[in-house]
């Protein structure tokens, strides 16, 4: 990168180039520049610096291979957020949408419909969502990328009062959810969904959920890989069986533990 | 910027052949062959996959551009096969008879003389230190560029294909494949403006030729080809 060629402006031979265009034969240029020639085979007999700088390359490479996780942890902890944001790091959240555009909706616009094998379908709006009892939890939050995201506040309902107020039906066994963004699916059976650490949140880190993590309300499946905690809820479906989900058609597991799926050994989130 | 000959409107078949000598634009003593149409080809369709990784990149890393573009699953099927798309291309115009003129260049970015080391201390500066084809600055950013593409491309295939990788493989894998593409990002943005600070060197690379005057000024101890061998350069 040091240079195209960087004595452009400094020409080693000013004596052609002050002649007239055309006016010097070839044979001077030649005598010329013939003054310093060494001919270009030389360079065959120089070292291979060029194979030296690849395989030290190589060589780094292979320490950042192993010294990469510590390294990076170490980097995300001792910069600024705005900072490390420019810079490849882990330690933030990262903006994944599977759609060309970012889902918004207001809250007053927000509908959640829970339907499929129930007694009551329902029809939830946000303030009916806030009024009901507040889950409050805090966890990691990492993803299937690698990324991790510590201590990540979050605050909602927790999906079985849903279920519970919707009333399942016997042989409801799964549930399927959609975005609206009108593409993203996923999936939980009825006794994830169950868990205490699963709920639909409407609050994160002290305030609203902003649209790019998922707002106005997403699922928060806090013991799995984010990819299960779908961002614009808006729709609960009881079915009878498990339906993957958008990724989960697309190779990741099902079932999303963390530390226990994906051949990934993260520490376990909740 | 103004383009004496460009390579707008030729056929494939026309950049594969040495660049005729008529009808270039030269002061005096006539052109010569810098680059080949394989060598060219080359260059323009890694250039064209290096833009396309770094906007898929972009699409995939950096929180606004990932809002405003979306669609993750095609935009990492498209980064990962332009990236894929690159050791193929340079292997592809590497081999064979076509590829010759890359691999004589290759050799020569290779080799290091003691004219690179005086070029290096001096940073260029030194008017009155020869140099071959390629000068010190150049050998060392395409020796990088190369290692750089061998340590993304293995990387990446890591973390495309990371089924049969144990996790610490799969992180220190996106770690080497984040900082070497930032760092790879700074030297292709200097290669670019140092290229636009010499526009003859750059039309080169788009047509093929370069005055003999340039080379007796930047590339003294390049043995030019002579008017009636095209083959070697």
Same mark, same amino acid.
């Given at each position: 990168?040091?240079?195209?060629?960087?004595?452009?402006?400094?020409?080693?031979?000013?004596?052609?180039?002050?002649?007239?265009?055309?006016?010097?034969?070839?044979?001077?240029?030649?005598?010329?520049?013939?003054?310093?020639?060494?001919? =270009?085979?030389?360079?065959?007999?120089?070292?291979?610096?060029?194979?030296?700088?690849?395989?030290?390359?190589?060589?780094?490479?292979? *320490?950042?291979?192993?010294?990469?996780?510590?390294?990076? =942890?170490?980097?995300?902890?001792?910069?600024?957020?705005?900072?490390?944001?420019?810079?490849?790091?882990?330690?933030?959240?990262?903006?994944?949408?599977?759609?060309?555009?970012?889902?918004?909706?207001?809250?007053?616009?927000?509908?959640?419909?829970?339907?499929?094998?129930?007694?009551?379908?329902?029809?939830?709006?946000?303030?009916?969502?806030?009024?009901?009892?507040?889950?409050? @939890?805090?966890?990691?939050?990492?993803?299937?990328?690698?990324?991790?995201?510590?201590?990540?506040?979050?605050?909602?309902?927790?999906?079985?009062?849903?279920?519970?107020?919707?009333?399942?039906?016997?042989?409801?066994?799964?549930?399927?959810?959609?975005?609206?963004?009108?593409?993203?699916?996923?999936?939980?059976? %009825?006794?994830?969904?169950?868990?205490?650490?699963?709920?639909?949140?409407?609050? %994160?880190?002290?305030?609203?959920?902003?649209?790019?993590?998922?707002?106005?309300?997403? *699922?928060?499946?806090?013991?799995?890989?984010?990819?299960?905690?779908?961002?614009? *809820?808006?729709? @609960?479906?009881?079915?009878?069986?498990?339906?993957?989900?958008?990724?989960?058609?697309?190779?990741?597991?099902?079932?999303?533990?963390?530390?226990?799926?994906?051949?990934?050994?993260?520490?376990?989130?909740? | 910027?103004?383009?004496?000959?460009?390579?707008?409107?030729?056929?494939?078949?026309?950049?594969?052949?040495?660049?005729?000598?008529?009808?270039?634009?030269?002061?005096?003593?006539?052109?010569?062959?810098?680059?080949?149409?394989?060598?060219?080809?080359?260059?323009?369709?890694?250039?064209?996959?290096?833009?396309?990784?770094?906007?898929?990149?972009?699409?995939?890393?950096?929180?606004?551009?990932?809002?405003?573009?979306?669609?993750?699953?095609?935009?990492?099927?498209?980064?990962?096969?332009?990236?894929?798309?690159?050791?193929?291309?340079?292997?592809?115009?590497?081999?064979?008879?076509?590829?010759?003129?890359?691999?004589?260049?290759?050799?020569?970015?290779?080799?290091?003389?003691?004219?690179?080391?005086?070029?290096?201390?001096?940073?260029?500066?030194?008017?009155?230190?020869?140099?071959?084809?390629?000068?010190?600055?150049?050998?060392?950013?395409?020796?990088?560029?190369?290692?750089?593409?061998?340590?993304?491309?293995?990387?990446?295939?890591?973390?495309?294909?990371?089924?049969? !990788?144990?996790?610490?493989?799969?992180?220190?894998?996106? !770690?080497?494949?984040?900082?070497?593409?930032?760092?790879?990002?700074?030297?292709?943005?200097?290669?670019?403006?140092?290229?636009?600070?010499?526009?003859?060197?750059?039309?080169?690379?788009?047509?093929?030729?370069?005055?003999?005057?340039?080379?007796?000024?930047?590339?003294?101890?390049?043995?030019?080809?002579?008017?009636?061998?095209?083959?070697?350069?």
């Amino acid at each position: 990168m040091l240079s195209e060629c960087s004595n452009v402006k400094r020409p080693v031979i000013e004596v052609p180039s002050l002649q007239p265009a055309g006016s010097v034969p070839w044979e001077t240029m030649q005598t010329v520049a013939e003054e310093q020639v060494v001919p =270009d085979e030389v360079e065959a007999a120089g070292t291979q610096v060029g194979r030296r700088v690849i395989l030290s390359m190589l060589g780094l490479g292979a *320490l950042g291979l192993l010294a990469g996780p510590r390294l990076q =942890d170490a980097f995300a902890s001792s910069v600024s957020s705005d900072f490390a944001s420019l810079l490849p790091s882990g330690g933030r959240f990262r903006i994944y949408t599977v759609v060309g555009f970012l889902p918004e909706r207001s809250k007053d616009a927000y509908r959640l419909t829970v339907t499929g094998m129930v007694e009551r379908p329902l029809e939830l709006n946000y303030e009916a969502l806030t009024k009901m009892a507040p889950t409050s @939890i805090t966890a990691d939050f990492q993803c299937v990328t690698g990324w991790r995201v510590p201590d990540v506040p979050w605050v909602g309902v927790r999906l079985a009062d849903i279920l519970d107020a919707a009333g399942v039906q016997p042989g409801g066994a799964a549930l399927r959810f959609t975005s609206f963004d009108g593409v993203y699916t996923e999936s939980l059976t %009825m006794e994830q969904a169950r868990r205490k650490d699963v709920i639909v949140a409407y609050s %994160m880190e002290g305030g609203d959920i902003s649209s790019p993590h998922g707002g106005p309300v997403r *699922l928060y499946v806090a013991p799995m890989y984010g990819y299960k905690s779908i961002k614009w *809820l808006d729709g @609960i479906e009881v079915t009878a069986a498990v339906e993957p989900g958008y990724w989960e058609l697309r190779g990741y597991d099902v079932d999303a533990w963390v530390g226990g799926s994906n051949r990934r050994s993260d520490a376990p989130t909740a | 910027m103004t383009w004496t000959r460009g390579s707008a409107g030729r056929t494939v078949g026309a950049m594969l052949r040495p660049p005729d000598e008529a009808g270039t634009p030269t002061t005096f003593g006539g052109s010569v062959v810098r680059f080949h149409g394989a060598e060219r080809m080359l260059h323009w369709g890694i250039a064209a996959l290096f833009g396309i990784c770094m906007l898929t990149a972009a699409a995939l890393y950096f929180d606004p551009f990932a809002a405003l573009v979306g669609r993750r699953a095609t935009v990492k099927t498209l980064h990962v096969y332009a990236g894929l798309a690159i050791p193929a291309v340079l292997v592809g115009m590497g081999i064979g008879r076509w590829g010759r003129p890359f691999r004589a260049d290759a050799g020569r970015l290779n080799r290091w003389t003691k004219h690179d080391s005086r070029w290096l201390r001096r940073l260029g500066r030194d008017p009155f230190v020869p140099q071959g084809k390629f000068n010190a600055g150049q050998k060392l950013n395409a020796s990088f560029t190369a290692g750089a593409i061998v340590l993304i491309v293995a990387t990446g295939v890591v973390m495309r294909w990371f089924d049969p !990788f144990p996790l610490w493989v799969r992180t220190g894998s996106t !770690f080497v494949h984040d900082w070497t593409a930032f760092a790879l990002l700074f030297t292709i943005a200097g290669h670019i403006s140092y290229a636009f600070r010499d526009p003859d060197a750059l039309r080169s690379m788009v047509n093929g030729t370069i005055s003999r005057e340039w080379a007796a000024r930047h590339a003294s101890l390049w043995r030019l080809p002579s008017e009636d061998d095209n083959s070697r350069t």
